[in-house]
Structures are given as C-alpha cells and as structure tokens.
C-alpha cells in the first residue's frame, strides 16, 4: 500500500510540474476524537483542456485555527509539491506588506492575460473557457473598482497611479475623489517638489508586462509635455516621505 502510494505521488508531482497555474482549496474538520484536520486540494487545466484535481495531503491540525497556521501548512505542502512557482501566488506571497493597491491592477493584469491567451485556444472548450473567465474577472473587477477604498488606495499608490485601472472613467472618478477636499477639511499649504518615482519592478513573468509597457509610455510622453501640463502633473503627485 506505501509503495502504490508513492508511485500515485510521484505521478502527481509530475503532472503538476506541467500545469502553468493551479487553484487550492481546503477544508478543516474535526474528527470524533477532537482531533483537527486540514486537507488541501489542487485543481488544474491540464495539456488536453481538461479539468484535473490532486489531494495535495491531510495534515493533522494541532496549532490553533490561525490564517497564519493554515497559510504554513498549504505553504508546506505547496514546497513538497514543487508548485510555488506560479505567477499570482508568487506575486503575492513575495510581499512584505501586502495592500490593498495592489488588488486592481493584479486583477486587471490577470484579465489582460486571459484574454490574450484565449485567442490562441484550438478547441471550442478551450475557447468558451477563456471566454467565461474573463467574464468572470471583468464582474470581478467591476465590482472592486465600484469600491471607493481600493480605487483610491490604487490612486495613491505611485506605481499604478491611474494607469492601474481597467476602466478609464473609474480612475478619472477615483482621481476627482482624491483632488476634491472634503468640507470638514482645513486648508492644506502648497504642494513641495515631490520626489521621482522609482521604476516599477517588473516580475520575473510576464504578468505585469502591460502595465510596465504603459507606464513607460507615459514617462516618455511627460519628458516632452508642455510647462502647463507638467505642473499640473506636479501637482498632483503626493508628496513621498
């Protein structure tokens, strides 16, 4: 039974060192005994446009029932794996300090990919798949930029600023929100030089790659922009610590 078990992993592993992006999910229970238990599910798009699932492991749950005991242990079994290697889960966990800036533009990077992927699909399946997801992430991204917290968060975040968004008019809304002082606010002194923005880093993958193509775009066209238009982009930029 543990060789058939090993033999049944290692087939696992290799199948899953071919996917390109995975989905995780897990349930906790706890058994008649008192004993807790956390298992972690993978589900995949294999080679043949089919839909595939592996149980990464059930792991007997003794801490307390943490977001940050449950991220070890799916970290763990993500590292036995071999699938920490993928763009979204890379691009979060690197973070130090994740904020909320980042959830638009990651979201919008993520429609722009699918969408660019979908057009080389050689199967109807493959083909309508594409179609729902990005669907799915424009609802999704819809409603998050409906939200005027992660509007603004992105807004002021100077490495997105208003390039960030997937609706024009929501970042032009988002902008009118941040520029336009609330009555209860005293009067602010004049704005000092702000600082250069670094450049963005890009990832290792090509997620971020729109993004980072807009962004320099627009430095580019400001080297060149008339007195008028450079102050009042001056202006607008938040001053930096």
Not at 5 to 23: C, D, I, L, N, R
Not at 75 to 100: C, F, H, N, P, Y
Not at 110 to 136: F, H, I, P, W, Y
């Amino acid at each position: 039974m543990a060789t058939k078990y090993q033999v049944t992993k290692e087939k696992g592993k290799t199948e899953m060192q071919k996917v390109v992006a995975v989905s995780l999910t897990s349930d906790m229970w706890t058994s008649i005994n008192m004993d807790a238990y956390l298992a972690v599910t993978c589900h995949y798009i294999d080679d043949h446009d089919k839909l595939g699932t592996v149980l990464l492991g059930v792991e007997k749950f003794s801490n307390s029932h943490t977001a940050a005991n449950i991220a070890q242990v799916k970290t763990t079994l993500m590292e036995e794996w071999g699938i920490t290697d993928k763009q979204a889960t890379v691009e979060l966990s690197e973070e130090k300090r994740v904020s909320g800036s980042k959830v638009i533009p990651l979201m919008n990077m993520l429609q722009r990919a699918v969408d660019s992927e979908g057009t080389n699909m050689t199967t109807v399946m493959a083909g309508k798949l594409a179609e729902n997801l990005v669907r799915r992430l424009r609802d999704i991204l819809s409603n998050l930029e409906s939200l005027s917290v992660m509007t603004m968060a992105t807004m002021l975040d100077p490495r997105f600023k208003t390039h960030g968004f997937f609706s024009q008019s929501t970042a032009n809304e988002a902008f009118t929100t941040v520029v336009t002082p609330s009555p209860s606010d005293a009067p602010s002194p004049p704005p000092q030089p702000a600082q250069a923005a670094g450049p963005a880093t890009t990832s290792s993958t090509n997620l971020w790659l729109p993004l980072d193509c807009i962004v320099d775009q627009t430095r580019s066209s400001n080297a060149t922009a008339d007195p008028t238009t450079e102050v009042q982009r001056y202006l607008r930029e938040a001053n930096l610590d």
